[in-house]
């Protein structure tokens, strides 16, 4: 099984500022099975990127991916307000298990 | 519109048996990887199984055993019977498509009490 360790668990921030948030992997993961989802209380999680760095349909450029091999990072630019929320990194690699981080939860410092 | 569908969830006591099902519009399951991913209450998400298009199928070692995902075409549906529940099975569950993938789509989910 792939552990994907994200951090920091929590991320105080304010509106405009640049949010980074890792995932590291305990084994090499092929960029192409990783994504990052937003989750907002109540709803279900929205996929943001996948294959590491590809925003998914109508995710706003302030959202970028990077990474390889066991380290990725999901950075927002300049956040908005709506942007406070839970964030996950998640791998599908074929014929494993597929994880997910613990999350990282961004608030409003 | 793609669109999943959750439902068959509710109370059950520990020991007992569940079936869930996941009613998919705008796209074939036959076609796609067809996952479950589970969320207990304040508590992150946790991949349960997949189903491939092929009908390969795949388990976290936190269910296997206990559960078993399947697919009607003909209804367009996943299932995921779960038996033996256990209290830590408690979670709403969701059912989605392509997890991982650009095509990524997610139901609303349904929520499984564990309870005596």
């Known amino acids: 099984e792939i552990v994907l360790t994200q951090s920091p668990g929590t991320l105080s921030l304010s509106p405009g500022e640049r949010a980074t948030l890792s995932c590291r992997a305990s084994q090499s993961v092929t960029r192409s099975y990783l994504a990052w989802y937003q989750q907002k209380p109540g709803q279900a999680p929205r996929l943001l990127i996948y294959?590491?760095?590809t925003r998914a349909t109508g995710i706003p450029d302030r959202f970028s991916g990077r990474g390889s091999g066991t380290d990725f990072t999901l950075t927002i630019s300049r956040l908005e307000p709506e942007d406070f929320a839970v964030y996950y990194c998640?791998?599908?690699?074929?014929?494993?298990?597929?994880?997910f981080g613990q999350g990282t939860k961004l608030e409003i410092k | 519109e793609v669109q999943l569908v959750e439902s068959g969830g509710g109370l059950i006591q520990p020991g007992g048996s569940l079936r869930l099902s996941c009613a998919a519009s705008g796209f074939a399951v036959s076609n796609n990887y067809m996952s479950w991913v589970r969320q207990a209450p304040e508590k992150g998400l946790e991949w349960v199984s997949v189903i491939y298009n092929t009908g390969t199928t795949f388990y976290a070692d936190s269910v296997k055993g206990r559960v078993t995902i399947s697919r009607d075409n003909s209804k367009n549906t996943v299932y995921l019977q779960m038996n033996s529940l256990r209290a830590e099975d408690t979670a709403v569950y969701y059912c989605?498509?392509?997890?991982?993938?650009?095509?990524?789509?997610w139901g609303q989910g349904t929520l499984v009490t564990v309870s005596s």
């Open positions: 989605a498509r392509g997890l991982g993938f650009g095509d990524n789509s």
């Open positions: 998640q791998q599908s690699s074929p014929s494993l298990m597929y994880t």
């Open positions: 294959g590491a760095s």
